[in-house]
């Protein structure tokens, strides 16, 4: 099992630009997240869906939306990229919080320049 | 969101030494209290975790604490060693029963 995967691995981008960040599990997860990482901020939450067909916003929506493709796949968008998105995304899933833990994909590296 | 408040930020032991870190958080209704470790360039992984219906739970040299009552949990690791050095981060589940709200995490460094 592969587990949670991600790509790009890292990407640089133009302010502007807009992008879609990957993100796969083969769990067989319901439940499945989108984090960024800052220094000394955490780990903050962006989206996340619960279920295949739903979505909800977390700590840092503003600037990105998401799909939950299928059970296995979700995705970010970042539509018009900003400087201040600038960091490092974290996709995860999971059974749900209450139920067990979260297991992490890679991580993606994102400037935006 | 529900805060989690992690201490101290960075932490500094001697191989050998204990190290203690400890968060507290604000929702009653938790019930989840997972601890995650990040070496540098890495994905968090999970290390222990701990359910309200326990008040203590041990692997090898690590183990937790929770104190419902006065909602705070802790991680301690004992007998470090220089491969602990990592960043650790707490987490407690939040009201939605599917997000976790995560401390800002701890760097711990271990010197030989």
């Known amino acids: 099992n592969a587990g949670v995967t991600q790509t790009p691995k890292f990407q640089v981008l133009k302010t502007g630009q807009s992008m879609t960040l990957q993100c796969a599990q083969d769990?067989?997860?319901?439940?499945m997240y989108w984090y960024r990482q800052d220094p000394g901020m955490g780990l903050r939450l962006i989206y996340y869906?619960?279920?295949?067909?739903?979505?909800d916003k977390g700590e840092v929506p503003n600037g990105y939306n998401v799909s939950r493709l299928n059970k296995r796949e979700f995705s970010l968008r970042l539509e018009s990229a900003a400087p201040s998105q600038t960091s490092v995304y974290f996709c995860?899933?999971?059974?749900?919080?209450?139920?067990?833990?979260?297991?992490f994909g890679p991580g993606t590296r994102l400037l935006v320049l | 969101g529900e805060n989690v408040e992690q201490h101290p930020s960075t932490l500094s032991v001697q191989e050998g030494d204990s190290a203690v870190i400890k968060c507290t958080y604000s929702?009653?209704?938790?019930?989840?209290f997972p601890w995650y470790k990040q070496e540098l360039g890495k994905r968090p992984q999970l290390i222990i975790d701990?359910?309200?219906?326990?008040g203590e739970k041990k692997d090898q040299r690590i183990a937790v604490t929770l104190n419902k009552t006065a909602k705070h949990f802790s991680l301690h690791i004992t007998e470090t060693q220089p491969e602990d050095s990592a960043v650790y981060f707490c987490?407690?589940?939040?009201?939605?029963?599917?997000?976790?709200?995560f401390g800002k995490g701890t760097s711990l460094l271990v010197t030989p």
């Open positions: 929702d009653s209704a938790s019930n989840y």
């Open positions: 701990i359910r309200s219906n326990v």
């Open positions: 869906s619960a279920s295949e067909g739903t979505t």
């Open positions: 769990m067989n997860h319901n439940s």
């Open positions: 995860a899933s999971g059974l749900g919080a209450s139920q067990g833990t979260q297991y």
């Open positions: 987490a407690a589940d939040s009201n939605s029963g599917y997000a976790l709200n």
